[in-house]
């Protein structure tokens, strides 16, 4: 994990920061998120294929969102963890148990899952209109990997993937 960079970071951040939106989309995060985002605040990831399992396309990880700053007036956006959380679950695109922290180059989620916090691609663009919105969030979910660090340590660079 400690070789993984974030270019083009947001504001830098504090605990406080994070300990809000903790409490704001009820959810704790991992320590090692904590510490990946008081030392980058979102951004591109230097790592950014997660390429894990053969029977899937290698996932480019786009960038990860940042956290909004304590009165930022615009914190409200999906730019921001929370305001993408507060978005996507009032619209009901996502399940209210998923946090997304990053996006892929095709606009899909990698998420957090407050349930035990396994990493969740969310791919949106596998939703069926005349489908149960229960179901399209079920077929909209793949597990990546069981905790955040497993997810930042399976990232490589893309002279890695099919090696």
Not at 15 to 20: K, L
Not at 40 to 60: C, M, Q, S
Request: aromatic letters at 12%; glycine letters at 6%.
């Amino acid at each position: 994990m400690d070789d993984l960079k974030l270019i083009n970071s947001e504001v830098a951040i504090s605990g406080r920061d994070i300990d809000m939106l903790e409490s704001e989309i009820g959810m704790k995060f991992p320590p090692e998120f904590r510490s990946l985002y008081l030392s980058y605040n979102g951004g591109a990831p230097n790592r950014e294929f997660w390429a894990k399992d053969e029977n899937y396309e290698p996932i480019r990880v786009e960038d990860f969102k940042s956290i909004a700053i304590d009165g930022a007036l615009d914190k409200d956006e999906t730019k921001y963890i929370g305001g993408c959380f507060r978005s996507m679950v009032r619209r009901n695109v996502f399940p209210a148990h998923l946090v997304a922290f990053a996006v892929d180059e095709a606009g899909n989620f990698i998420c957090l899952d407050k349930n035990g916090g396994k990493v969740i691609y969310f791919a949106v663009d596998v939703f069926q209109p005349d489908v149960d919105m229960h179901i399209n969030h079920i077929n909209a979910q793949k597990i990546l990997s069981w905790s955040f660090r497993e997810f930042i340590d399976s990232l490589v660079y893309e002279d890695e993937i099919d090696q």
